[in-house]
Every structure is written in structure tokens, then in C-alpha cells.
T-cell receptor, first 111, second 114 residues
Framework: GQQVMQIPQYQHVQEGEDFTTYCNSS?????IQWYKQRPGGHPVFLIQ?????EVKKQKRLTFQFGEAKKNSSLHITATQTTDVGTYFC???????????FGTGTQLKVEL | DAGVIQSPRHEVTEMGQEVTLRCKPI?????LFWYRQTMMRGLELLIY????????DSGMPEDRFSAKMPNASFSTLKIQPSEPRDSAVYFC????????????FGQGTRLTVV
């Protein structure tokens, strides 16, 4: 079945440093979504990418969808303690209905 | 809207007992997902429904797990008999049709089987 892998699994950074997580799918995706889960919380939607090669920005966060629509990345510039959490990519297949989550990257930010 | 509502929030049960988790999706959403989250396996998709019909249950671990969606406003995930390895946080999520169609998650049910 479809697999969505993310690297790294964990990342510790000092506040102010940049952070990047990479997402790779075993199959071509219709769209890709990104979610953030705070410790003890539930996943919360951040953004959706649809087009091949698409790049979107939300303040310090930059999201990119690969040309082949099989990979994606999330880059955070100048991390803050509020960025702590686990970041998941989620691939949409099955005509855009089946939402499969990646393995996640847990980010810790130290002062 | 109160969002996706799951109950109970916490469940502790003995091995061999039946467990039923409940979910009320957001009104008007036509897709519903059940996920299981553990440290070892991450966020696994168990089953999803479109318009109350199960579309893909390939993630359901084994016959001990079953899910139903009798109407657009209610779904259940049942485990019978439960085993310690079923201990996890179970999330329900719903999505509207069309548009960006983000998934909205409930608060989750933390299940502990002892």
C-alpha cells in the first residue's frame, strides 16, 4: 500500500535556527496537506498544495510540492518556541479522498 | 459548530473486553476517517467513509476491529476482544466535500488496555 515517509524523525534546534522536514510518497499524490500537532493535542491543518512545483508561504513557513508530485518539504525560518510540535505531511489519493499521513517530524526548540 | 466530537476522551479496559469509540463529525462533512496514533507506528489510517459508506478499510489491523457509520452524524469504532497492543490514541476526523477540504480532527480517545 501507499507509504509516506518523513525525515528527519526528530529535530532539536536552538531558537532562531532554521528547520526543514522532507516528505516522500511511494505513489503520486493528487494533493498534499501539512498538519501540526502540539504535544498532547490533535493534528491541525496548515496548508494544501495542489500543483506540481507549487510553493506557498505562511509567514516564516515555506511549503513546496515536488515536480513529480511525490515529495514535499516544509521549511521554517528562524524557529521560535511556539513552533514546537510534530509536523505531518498527508497525501491525498483515491481521487482526492483518501488521506494518508506521513511518519511525522518532531521539532523541539530550545532557548 | 462544536467541531468533531469524540467520546470517551479516556478509556481504560481489561484485556478481552469490548471497547466502543464514538465520533460525531462536523455537520455537512461527507468524509470521515478513523486514525490510530502510537509512538511506534505514528498516525495510521484505519478506515474512511464517504457519504456514510466505507471506502477503504485496508488499515484495519484485524477482524477484532470493526467500524460503522449508520448515518451522517455518527460513527463507531469497535474492538472486540481488546488486547494490550491496542493501547493508543484513536482520532476521528471529518472533511467537507470540495475546495481545500482540510481534515478536522477530534480531541481523540486515549485507550489503555491492561
Amino acid at each position: 500500500g501507499q507509504q509516506v515517509m518523513q525525515i528527519p524523525q526528530y529535530q532539536h534546534v536552538q531558537e532562531g535556527e532554521d528547520f526543514t522536514t522532507y516528505c516522500n510518497s511511494s505513489t503520486t499524490l493528487s494533493n498534499i496537506q501539512w498538519y501540526k500537532q502540539r504535544p498532547g493535542g490533535h493534528p491541525v491543518f496548515l496548508i494544501q498544495l495542489v500543483k506540481s512545483g507549487e510553493v506557498k508561504k505562511q509567514k516564516r513557513l515555506t511549503f513546496q510540492f515536488g515536480e513529480a508530485k511525490k515529495n514535499s518539504s516544509l521549511h521554517i525560518t528562524a524557529t521560535q518556541t511556539t513552533d514546537v510540535g510534530t509536523y505531518f505531511c498527508a497525501g491525498l489519493t483515491g481521487g482526492g479522498n483518501k488521506l494518508t499521513f506521513g511518519t511525522g517530524t518532531q521539532l523541539k526548540v530550545e532557548l | 459548530d462544536a467541531g468533531v466530537i469524540q467520546s470517551p476522551r479516556h478509556e481504560v479496559t481489561e484485556m478481552g473486553q469490548e471497547v466502543t469509540l464514538r465520533c460525531k463529525p462536523i455537520s455537512g462533512h461527507n468524509s470521515l476517517f478513523w486514525y490510530r496514533q502510537t509512538m511506534m507506528r505514528g498516525l495510521e489510517l484505519l478506515i474512511y467513509f464517504n457519504n456514510n459508506v466505507p471506502i477503504d478499510d485496508s488499515g484495519m489491523p484485524e477482524d477484532r476491529f470493526s467500524a460503522k457509520m449508520p448515518n451522517a452524524s455518527f460513527s463507531t469504532l469497535k474492538i472486540q476482544p481488546s488486547e494490550p497492543r491496542d493501547s493508543a490514541v484513536y482520532f476521528c476526523a471529518s472533511r467537507p466535500k470540495g475546495g481545500v477540504a482540510e481534515a478536522f480532527f477530534g480531541q481523540g480517545t486515549r485507550l489503555t488496555v491492561v
